[in-house]
C-alpha cells in the first residue's frame, strides 16, 4: 500500500507498472486495446494504493480531478479498480465531454473506461452543451451515458427543460448521432399554455435546438393563439458545480419541482382529449362542386375545384412574449407534428382519424365568444405566425361544422375533399370549401359530442364550449 499527498497518477495498462512499483508483480489485465491504452490521468490532495484479491485499488479524496482524452471529471472522492477499468465517483460528480457535447451532474457516478459509460446517481442531472447559450437540461432519477455511441438514457421522473419548452415522462432516450430525444411513458410536452401529449413524443434537435416534436398514439394538442409582444431573452446558463447532495449547481426560476408539479397538474385537464367520433354524410341536403344556400353573415363559403383563395404560407415568427389570449384550438389525431422556428411553433400537421375545434376569444375578458368551427379530415393543418392561428387546413373526407354562437340559432354544417378556415386577428374570417363540395343550414345547433365533458373545451360540440 502507498499513499501520497496532492499527487498526479497516470493509470494507463501500459503505464503502471512503473508508475505503482509495489503493483509491478501483479499480473495485468488481457491485452489493452490502443483506445483503452489512452492515458487516464487522476490528481487529487490524496491518493492511497493498494491490492486486494488480485485487483488493484486506488482510492483519491480531495479536489479529485480526472482526464481521459475528451472527458474530464471532478468529484470529491473516487475509487479506481484497475483490473475492471471502472472507478467509483462520489460527491459533486462533474462529467464532461467536449467532444460529446455533454455534461452530466450527479451525487454518485460509476465510470466504465473501455465503454466511456457513466451510471448516474443521486439527483443526477444532463446538459447538453453545443449551444452553452441554450443548453438542454434532462432530470430523473437514474442515468447512464454511453460517450462512445453518443447515446444516453434517463429514467423514472424524467423532466426535460429548453427556454420555456418542457416536456416530462417515465423514460427519454438520447441519440446524439441523430440528434433526437425520445421520450416513453405518458410523456407531455408544452411552451407556456399550449400543450402536447400522446404515447410516445420524440423531439428532432438541429445543434441541441428544439426544432420539431413529433407525438405517435393518441395525440392530443391544446394551443393558445395571442396578440400583442413584448421581447424576452432569458438564456440558462450550463453550470460548473456537482449535483446530487450538497450540489452547488441552480435550477432557473420556474424549472425546479414545484413548477413541474404545477405544470403536471394543468396537464391533466387536456388528457381525457378529443374523441374521434364519425359523422355520418349528409342525406338529401344540396351537393355538388358549388353551394351557395349559405346565411348571408355565416363565413362560410362552399366554392368548387377551383376556387380561389390564400396559399396560407407563413414568414418566420419573433421571438415575443405572447400577448392576451384570443383563440384556442383543440386537435386530435393518431399522430401531431409541430413545427418550430426560433423556438416558437409555426406549424403543427395532425393526422389519422383527425379532429379539431377552435374557439374565438373575447379579448378584453379572455374567455369564450361563444363561437366555434370544428373540422374532421384525414390530416389537419394549423398555419401559426406570431403566436396567433392564421389558418386551418383540412384535407381528405373533410367535414366543417360552423356555430356562430349562442346569440344565434342554428349552425352550417359542409362536406368537401378540403376545407379551410382562415383567421383575422384570431376572429374566424372566412371558411372554404373545396371538391365535391355540399352543405346545409341547420335551424338546431349540431353537437359532435353530447354529454362527454363539462367546461373547459375537453369534448368536442359546435357551442363555445362543452355541454
Given at each position: 500500500m502507498y499513499s501520497a499527498k496532492r499527487a498526479c497518477v497516470v493509470l494507463s495498462t501500459l503505464l503502471l507498472p512503473f508508475i505503482v512499483p509495489s503493483w509491478s508483480e501483479a499480473p495485468l489485465a488481457e491485452e489493452p486495446s490502443p483506445a483503452d491504452a489512452e492515458k487516464y490521468i487522476i490528481e487529487a490532495d490524496l491518493t492511497e494504493g493498494y491490492e486486494l484479491?488480485?485487483?488493484?485499488?486506488?482510492?483519491?479524496?480531495?479536489?479529485?480531478?480526472?482526464?481521459?482524452?475528451?472527458?474530464?471529471?471532478?468529484?470529491?472522492?473516487?475509487?479506481?479498480?484497475?483490473?475492471?477499468?471502472?472507478?467509483?465517483?462520489?460527491?459533486?460528480?462533474?462529467?464532461?465531454d467536449v467532444d460529446g457535447g455533454y455534461r452530466l451532474l450527479a451525487g454518485y457516478v460509476e465510470y466504465y473506461r473501455k465503454e466511456r459509460h457513466s451510471i448516474a446517481s443521486k439527483e443526477p442531472v444532463?446538459?447538453?452543451?453545443?449551444?452553452?447559450?441554450?443548453?438542454?437540461?434532462?432530470?430523473?432519477?437514474?442515468?447512464?451515458?454511453?460517450?462512445?455511441?453518443?447515446?444516453?438514457?434517463?429514467?423514472?421522473?424524467?423532466?426535460?427543460?429548453?427556454e420555456d419548452i418542457t416536456a416530462q415522462g417515465d423514460q427519454c432516450v438520447y441519440l446524439g448521432k441523430e440528434d433526437k430525444i425520445i421520450l416513453t411513458g405518458d410523456p407531455v410536452a408544452w411552451q407556456k399554455d399550449n400543450k402536447l401529449g400522446g404515447e410516445v413524443i420524440t423531439l428532432y434537435l438541429v445543434d441541441d435546438v428544439v426544432e420539431k416534436l413529433l407525438v405517435e398514439g393518441d395525440s392530443r394538442l391544446i394551443f393558445f393563439s395571442h396578440k400583442g409582444s413584448e421581447k424576452d431573452e432569458s438564456p440558462e446558463k450550463v453550470p460548473e458545480g456537482g449535483g446530487g447532495e450538497g450540489s452547488e449547481h441552480e435550477v432557473a426560476e420556474g424549472e425546479g419541482e414545484e413548477a413541474g408539479e404545477e405544470s403536471a397538474e394543468d396537464v391533466d385537464s387536456?388528457?381525457?382529449?378529443?374523441?374521434?367520433?364519425?359523422?355520418?354524410?349528409?342525406?338529401?341536403?344540396?351537393?355538388?362542386?358549388?353551394?351557395?344556400?349559405?346565411?348571408?353573415?355565416?363565413?362560410l363559403d362552399v366554392v368548387g375545384e377551383e376556387g380561389e383563395s390564400e396559399d396560407g404560407e407563413l414568414e418566420g415568427g419573433v421571438d415575443d412574449e405572447e400577448g392576451p389570449i384570443s383563440g384556442r384550438v383543440e386537435t386530435y389525431g393518431e399522430t401531431t407534428t409541430a413545427f418550430l422556428v426560433d423556438e416558437k411553433v409555426e406549424r403543427v400537421l395532425i393526422e389519422g382519424q383527425a379532429q379539431g375545434i377552435y374557439y374565438p376569444y373575447d379579448e378584453l375578458t379572455e374567455e369564450?365568444?361563444?363561437?366555434?368551427?370544428?373540422?374532421?379530415?384525414?390530416?389537419?393543418d394549423v398555419a401559426i405566425e406570431d403566436d396567433a392561428i392564421k389558418s386551418i387546413r383540412v384535407l381528405g373526407d373533410a367535414v366543417g361544422i360552423y356555430d356562430p354562437g349562442p346569440t344565434e340559432q342554428g349552425s352550417t354544417k359542409a362536406y368537401g375533399r378540403?376545407?379551410?378556415?382562415?383567421?383575422?386577428?384570431?376572429?374566424?374570417?372566412?371558411?372554404?370549401?373545396?371538391?365535391?363540395?355540399?352543405?346545409?343550414y341547420l335551424e338546431e345547433k349540431v353537437g359532435v359530442e353530447e354529454g362527454e365533458s363539462e367546461g373547459g373545451g375537453t369534448g368536442i360540440t359546435s357551442g363555445g364550449s362543452s355541454q
Amino acid at each position: 500500500m502507498y499513499s501520497a499527498k496532492r499527487a498526479c497518477v497516470v493509470l494507463s495498462t501500459l503505464l503502471l507498472p512503473f508508475i505503482v512499483p509495489s503493483w509491478s508483480e501483479a499480473p495485468l489485465a488481457e491485452e489493452p486495446s490502443p483506445a483503452d491504452a489512452e492515458k487516464y490521468i487522476i490528481e487529487a490532495d490524496l491518493t492511497e494504493g493498494y491490492e486486494l484479491e488480485g485487483e488493484q485499488i486506488l482510492v483519491a479524496t480531495g479536489h479529485v480531478k480526472i482526464t481521459h482524452g475528451s472527458t474530464t471529471i471532478t468529484c470529491n472522492k473516487v475509487t479506481s479498480f484497475e483490473k475492471e477499468r471502472m472507478a467509483l465517483l462520489e460527491g459533486n460528480v462533474v462529467v464532461d465531454d467536449v467532444d460529446g457535447g455533454y455534461r452530466l451532474l450527479a451525487g454518485y457516478v460509476e465510470y466504465y473506461r473501455k465503454e466511456r459509460h457513466s451510471i448516474a446517481s443521486k439527483e443526477p442531472v444532463l446538459y447538453l452543451t453545443k449551444r452553452e447559450d441554450k443548453p438542454i437540461r434532462v432530470e430523473s432519477i437514474f442515468m447512464e451515458m454511453f460517450s462512445k455511441e453518443e447515446r444516453g438514457i434517463a429514467s423514472g421522473n424524467v423532466w426535460i427543460y429548453q427556454e420555456d419548452i418542457t416536456a416530462q415522462g417515465d423514460q427519454c432516450v438520447y441519440l446524439g448521432k441523430e440528434d433526437k430525444i425520445i421520450l416513453t411513458g405518458d410523456p407531455v410536452a408544452w411552451q407556456k399554455d399550449n400543450k402536447l401529449g400522446g404515447e410516445v413524443i420524440t423531439l428532432y434537435l438541429v445543434d441541441d435546438v428544439v426544432e420539431k416534436l413529433l407525438v405517435e398514439g393518441d395525440s392530443r394538442l391544446i394551443f393558445f393563439s395571442h396578440k400583442g409582444s413584448e421581447k424576452d431573452e432569458s438564456p440558462e446558463k450550463v453550470p460548473e458545480g456537482g449535483g446530487g447532495e450538497g450540489s452547488e449547481h441552480e435550477v432557473a426560476e420556474g424549472e425546479g419541482e414545484e413548477a413541474g408539479e404545477e405544470s403536471a397538474e394543468d396537464v391533466d385537464s387536456f388528457v381525457p382529449a378529443l374523441g374521434y367520433r364519425e359523422i355520418a354524410p349528409l342525406a338529401d341536403d344540396h351537393g355538388g362542386e358549388e353551394y351557395d344556400n349559405i346565411e348571408e353573415e355565416s363565413p362560410l363559403d362552399v366554392v368548387g375545384e377551383e376556387g380561389e383563395s390564400e396559399d396560407g404560407e407563413l414568414e418566420g415568427g419573433v421571438d415575443d412574449e405572447e400577448g392576451p389570449i384570443s383563440g384556442r384550438v383543440e386537435t386530435y389525431g393518431e399522430t401531431t407534428t409541430a413545427f418550430l422556428v426560433d423556438e416558437k411553433v409555426e406549424r403543427v400537421l395532425i393526422e389519422g382519424q383527425a379532429q379539431g375545434i377552435y374557439y374565438p376569444y373575447d379579448e378584453l375578458t379572455e374567455e369564450e365568444t361563444g363561437e366555434s368551427v370544428f373540422v374532421q379530415g384525414k390530416l389537419i393543418d394549423v398555419a401559426i405566425e406570431d403566436d396567433a392561428i392564421k389558418s386551418i387546413r383540412v384535407l381528405g373526407d373533410a367535414v366543417g361544422i360552423y356555430d356562430p354562437g349562442p346569440t344565434e340559432q342554428g349552425s352550417t354544417k359542409a362536406y368537401g375533399r378540403t376545407i379551410v378556415v382562415y383567421m383575422e386577428e384570431s376572429d374566424i374570417d372566412r371558411i372554404i370549401v373545396r371538391g365535391d363540395a355540399q352543405g346545409t343550414y341547420l335551424e338546431e345547433k349540431v353537437g359532435v359530442e353530447e354529454g362527454e365533458s363539462e367546461g373547459g373545451g375537453t369534448g368536442i360540440t359546435s357551442g363555445g364550449s362543452s355541454q
